[in-house]
């Protein structure tokens, strides 16, 4: 199971450190960017959910596109 944890940066190296001393866990910090790429794609996810379910309305792929 991977899990993604968001610590504050004074409390950062203390939660590493405490990880680290169990066996079967592996700590692997995420640079700044990957951190923000994911939360990019996990607001993306986000708000497809929410057009799902009709709470938020969506653009429509052509008029996606022709705005490129």
Do not use: C, H, T, W
Not at 27 to 43: N, T
């Amino acid at each position: 199971m991977k899990l993604l944890l968001e610590i504050k940066d004074e409390k950062a190296s203390f939660i590493i450190e405490v990880l680290k001393n169990f066996k079967d866990v592996k700590v692997q910090p995420l640079s700044s960017y990957k951190a923000d790429v994911f939360e990019g794609l996990r607001e993306a996810v986000r708000e497809v959910s929410l057009i799902k379910q009709g709470k938020l309305k969506g653009i429509p792929a052509e008029d996606l596109l022709d705005e490129l």
